[in-house]
């Protein structure tokens, strides 16, 4: 599966992006798909998962009430909005998928494919 992010930039503080992730792949709706990010000199971490049907979704303490992640299985893309950005939230931003069979997972060992990134900065 190749995975093709979009949508970062620069934006201020309280305000929103939307970013995509198109697959390439028409089994896309068998993958359980995620949103990881990378600030500098940090790891790489959970931001949002959505499993298989879109009906159970998962996110990381930082972005809850935030972010939304959502996918449409027809155009084999998934979405995250993200709302009220904080500083903080600035990083390269990485959509994933994986085959593994189960609802959400949240580490990046457990993701086989993943994008290229898209960076995304909160300017204060």
């Known amino acids: 599966v190749q995975l093709q992010a979009s949508g970062g930039g620069l934006v201020q503080a309280g305000g929103s992006l939307g970013l995509s992730c198109a697959a390439s792949?028409?089994?896309?709706?068998?993958?359980?798909m995620g949103w990881f990010r990378q600030a500098p000199g940090k790891e790489r971490e959970f931001v949002a998962a959505?499993?298989?049907?879109?009906?159970?979704?998962d996110y990381a303490d930082s972005v809850k009430g935030r972010f939304t992640i959502s996918r449409d299985n027809a155009k084999n893309t998934v979405y995250l909005q993200m709302n009220s950005l904080k500083p903080e939230d600035t990083a390269v931003y990485y959509c994933?998928?994986?085959?593994?069979?189960?609802?959400?997972?949240?580490?990046?060992?457990?993701?086989?494919?993943w994008g290229q990134g898209t960076q995304v900065t909160v300017s204060s």
């Open positions: 959505i499993n298989w049907r879109g009906g159970s979704t």
């Open positions: 792949e028409r089994t896309f709706s068998r993958y359980v």
């Open positions: 994933a998928a994986s085959g593994s069979y189960g609802s959400i997972w949240y580490t990046a060992s457990e993701y086989d494919f």
